[in-house]
């Protein structure tokens, strides 16, 4: 059985910073890649940003030159440093773990206030 935690969100204002985590446990092995989405309430689910197990990155691009994915292969988890928050930047964050299943977390919320 797999595990995905994530942990940081809370309420922050506009221009404020959070940084969310995500970990992964149990019975996964070798991650492939570690992504965070978004969701609002009668939205899709969208990539925000990801990073493989080479270190390759991706971001949605809304996000760019604001927020910033790392890792740490030894504990399976992945960072989300989100800086220069805005208002559309509320959502429920999602981690998600590819091995050789994709795992989803429960979902953090963050939300921005003007």
């Known amino acids: 059985q797999v595990q995905v935690v994530e942990s940081g969100g809370g309420l922050v204002q506009t221009g404020g910073s959070l940084r969310l985590s995500c970990v992964a446990s149990?019975?996964?092995?070798?991650?492939?890649?570690m992504a965070w989405y978004r969701q609002t309430p009668g939205k899709r689910r969208d990539l925000v940003a990801s990073?493989?197990?080479?270190?390759?990155?991706e971001y949605a691009d809304s996000v760019k030159g604001r927020f910033a994915i790392s890792k740490d292969n030894a504990k399976k988890t992945t960072y989300l440093e989100m800086n220069n928050l805005k208002p559309e930047d509320t959502a429920v964050y999602y981690c998600?773990?590819?091995?050789?299943?994709?795992?989803w977390g429960q979902g953090t919320q963050v939300t921005v206030s003007s």
């Open positions: 149990g019975q996964i092995f070798d991650i492939n890649k």
């Open positions: 990073i493989t197990s080479s270190g390759r990155t």
């Open positions: 998600a773990v590819t091995g050789n299943y994709l795992y």
